[in-house]
């Protein structure tokens, strides 16, 4: 079974740093996409990057490019997604998500179960 | 980037009835568009890939279709469960921009 797990809920300050993680199960992790979508309280889906487990190649929208690094670990199977310093306008859950083969131009098929991130300033 | 531009953005609708919901890409993206459905406080779910090929185990109900730059998602008779916000994204360029959300309420 596929699954995707991913880390809890965050209250941090503006400035602080963060990591968050996707642990992932159930299939062949260096032979996908996995991908971090951000969901702004009450808006709607925006596609941040996605990342290649295989060869860790990486891509990003430019409205995210520089303000996260996205990331993964292939000996336990897990993506992240982190910060250097975050900001109040960062507060959003956060989604992982898996491409629907190792093809780049394929949807997400399974997703993580959203990691909510609340920075105060 | 590419911009889709999905209307309505808030559809009403009643049990049984066939919704149509659009997406319009900005250039052309051929048939790498999806569908998916989000309910509130769970992950989005993917219901079409391909412009029109229905992922595995969404009823047949929904149907998706292309024409241009132009994208449909219909639901031939509207049921409790299917009362969600729908969004739909191309995976033709990155970045793989998603639509702005449909609401569809009783």
């Not at chain 1, 998500?97 to 920075?119: C, E, H, N």
């Not at chain 2, 970045?95 to 959300?101: C, E, I, R, S, V």
Request: glycine residues 8%.
């Amino acid at each position: 079974e596929v699954q995707l797990v991913q880390s809890g809920a965050e209250m941090k300050k503006s400035g602080e740093s963060l990591r968050i993680s996707c642990k992932t199960s159930g299939f062949t992790f260096t032979t996908y996409w996995i991908g971090w979508v951000r969901q702004m309280p009450g808006k709607g889906l925006e596609w941040m990057a996605v990342i290649y487990p295989g060869d860790s190649d990486t891509r990003y929208s430019p409205s995210f490019q520089g303000q996260v690094t996205i990331s993964a670990d292939k000996s336990i199977n897990t993506a992240y997604l982190e910060w250097s310093s975050l900001r109040a306008s960062d507060t959003a859950i956060y989604y992982c998500a898996r491409t629907a083969s190792s093809s780049w131009k394929v949807p997400f098929d399974y997703w993580g179960q959203g990691t909510l991130l609340t920075v105060s300033s | 980037d590419i911009q889709l531009t999905q209307s309505p953005s808030f559809l009403s609708a009643s049990v049984g009835d066939r919704v149509t919901i659009t997406c319009r890409a900005s250039q052309g993206i051929s048939t790498y568009l999806a569908w998916y459905q989000q309910k509130p406080g769970k992950a989005p779910k993917l219901l079409i890939h391909g412009a029109s090929t229905l992922q595995s185990g969404v009823p047949s109900r929904f149907s998706g279709s292309r024409s241009g730059t132009e994208f449909t998602l219909t639901i031939s008779s509207l049921q409790p469960e299917d009362f969600a916000t729908y969004y739909c994204q191309q995976v033709n360029t990155y970045p793989h921009t998603f639509g702005g959300g449909t609401k569809v309420e009783i």
